[in-house]
């Protein structure tokens, strides 16, 4: 019975020490870099949104960004 006890509290403490899902996918350096490549290329879209509203620049339905 002091056998089943101890192996149940240590596979409950191996379960709660292994990292599982809880492992990052990016690095702290990485997600920053993610997240200002998108916000730069949402400032580009904002500028050619105004540009488009303020009637800057020629009409047209093409866009000189990349979308997927």
Not at 2 to 16: D, F, P
Not at 27 to 40: D, H, I, P, Q
Not at 44 to 56: A, G
């Amino acid at each position: 019975m002091k056998s089943l006890a101890m192996l149940t509290l240590l596979a409950g403490a191996l379960c709660l020490t292994t990292t599982g899902c809880e492992t990052p996918g990016y690095t702290a350096s990485e997600n920053a870099r993610v997240v200002g490549r998108n916000m730069s290329y949402d400032m580009r879209q904002i500028t050619d949104d105004w540009q488009d509203l303020l009637l800057m620049e020629k009409p047209s339905h093409l866009t000189r960004w990349a979308v997927q």
